[in-house]
């Protein structure tokens, strides 16, 4: 098993690397070239690991480091950065809810794969006070959806994870049930309250999950039954079916909801309902994550596209047309990165950004992306009196990712890439040599 010490040592090759390339000018590089060759004759477990990493300028558009540049790693959360890219070369500044068209007393509308209805982790996009207070009756058109729930190469054992909520053509309530426990109640709530009489407590303490499970096939969920429980909150996802939609729309809005499967003749759904904003998309995939949010945003990607709601229309298009320059093409499949087929260079993760940094201002920039110290998933990373770095991170077993933007002592606002896959020691050291290593290109570039 790897020990801390050697898995440190693996880690400090690429380190060493880059500390006596920023320091060549000083009288410290020939020692440091000694410990560089000294720790590649010692360490034993170089090849148990994989690690590439580039450092840019793109005021001088020059590569400052580079260490297995244009190898290819699993890239876990950072094709989100590619999701990022997707929406904002087909997408507004609102998200369209749904499309529409009144006539008579009827309304149609269909789905657009926008992911905020009843989502509680999104702004209130105000769709269901409009289709409350609409006054014809409501007519929901069966999309033509061809999608699995989950994606290529996502881990079907997952399902009962919150990260796994499944991508559909029209989400509600972020595809996902929430139990809440009161210590005062031996009952749980749920929300949504449909769910309530689909869950059911088991007696045997010998069952090996703690909080919700939910069966593989069924939306029935079991809990352990305990004597005392604090007060808690479990998030499961549900299994998405129409009708289990129609139910569920139908019982918040207290009216009913009609299915048709095809739009009547000398119809179009030509109206659009705009919801929130994108940002607020964009701002909780890539500081929190969200799957499902990044699977969704590809469909809304598609809709615009092409009319359809199919992920590969939008990531064919933005690869035809939008990334033709990057130095690798990417291995991309999905919008999570869910998938172990996803596939990147770091490198071209570094043109991305580049990219992305030339069509969105830094101010926007750094509002929406994890910022170190402050927000996201680097909230308890990079802790500094000025935040220095603006990234997004992706990690799945055996593989870590960072990349995003590291603004120096002197202004420099630098793009990096770390990518780092099968690796088989403790990934918090590993987070924390990458802390080490830009916290010093941070004081010294």
């Known amino acids: 098993m790897t020990t801390n010490k050697s898995f440190s040592t693996y880690f400090l090759f690429p380190v060493i690397l880059l500390l006596f390339l920023l320091l060549s000018a000083c009288s410290t590089t020939r020692s440091l070239r000694r410990d560089l060759n000294k ?28 260490h297995n540049a244009g190898k290819y790693f699993t890239p876990a959360s950072n094709i989100k950065l590619f999701t990022f890219y997707a929406g904002l070369q087909t997408l507004g500044d609102s998200v369209p809810a749904i499309r529409y068209a009144a006539r008579n007393d009827s309304l149609i509308f269909k789905a657009t794969g926008d992911p905020s209805f009843l989502n509680p982790d999104l702004p209130d996009s105000g769709l269901l006070e409009f289709l409350k207070n609409r006054e ?26 919150a990260f796994s909520a499944e991508r559909v053509p029209f989400p509600i309530y972020g595809n996902k049930l929430k139990v809440i426990f009161k ?23 010998l069952k090996n999950y703690r909080g919700i499970r939910r069966e593989l096939f069924s939306n029935d969920f079991t809990y352990i039954q305990k004597e005392s429980r604090k007060n808690s909150e479990e998030t499961v996802p549900f299994i998405y079916s129409e009708k289990l939609f129609l139910k569920l729309l139908s019982d918040t809005l207290q009216r009913e909801i009609h299915l048709i499967k095809g739009l009547p003749q000398k119809w179009q759904l030509s109206t659009s309902y705009y919801g929130i904003a994108t940002d607020s998309l964009y701002k909780r995939m890539l500081r929190q994550s969200d799957n499902l949010i990044a699977e969704q945003i590809l469909l809304l990607a598609s809709e615009s596209i092409a009319d359809t709601l199919k992920s590969d229309i939008a990531i064919d298009f933005i690869k035809k047309n939008h990334l033709k320059s990057l130095p690798d093409e990417p291995v991309w499949v999905d919008g999570s990165g869910l998938s172990r087929y996803n596939l990147v260079t770091p490198r071209s993760i570094v043109k991305l950004l580049e990219k992305i940094q030339n069509k969105v201002n830094w101010e926007r920039l750094t509002a929406l992306l994890a910022t170190g110290g402050q927000s ?20 799945m077993s055996n593989n870590y990712s960072l990349s995003g933007y590291v603004k120096t002592d002197n202004g420099k606002i630098l793009i990096f890439s770390f990518m780092n896959s099968n690796f088989t020691a403790d990934s918090e050291l590993l987070r924390k040599q990458i802390e080490q290593i830009l916290l010093f290109i941070k004081d010294n570039y």
């Open 376 to 395: 996201g998933t680097l909230k308890n990373s990079f802790k500094a009196k000025e935040a220095f770095v603006f990234a997004k991170t992706g990690s």
């Open 183 to 205: 210590e005062d109640n031996p009952l749980p709530s749920t929300n949504p309250s449909f769910f309530k009489n689909m869950i059911s407590a088991e007696e045997d303490s």
């Open 39 to 66: 720790e590649r004759s010692n360490t034993e477990n170089m090849s148990r690991g994989f690690t590439g990493f580039v450092l840019y300028d793109a005021g001088s558009e020059k590569t400052i480091f580079e």
């Open 136 to 161: 014809e009756q409501l007519f929901y058109l069966k999309p033509t959806y061809t999608e699995e729930a989950f994606g290529p190469g996502w881990a079907w054992d997952d399902y009962n994870y």
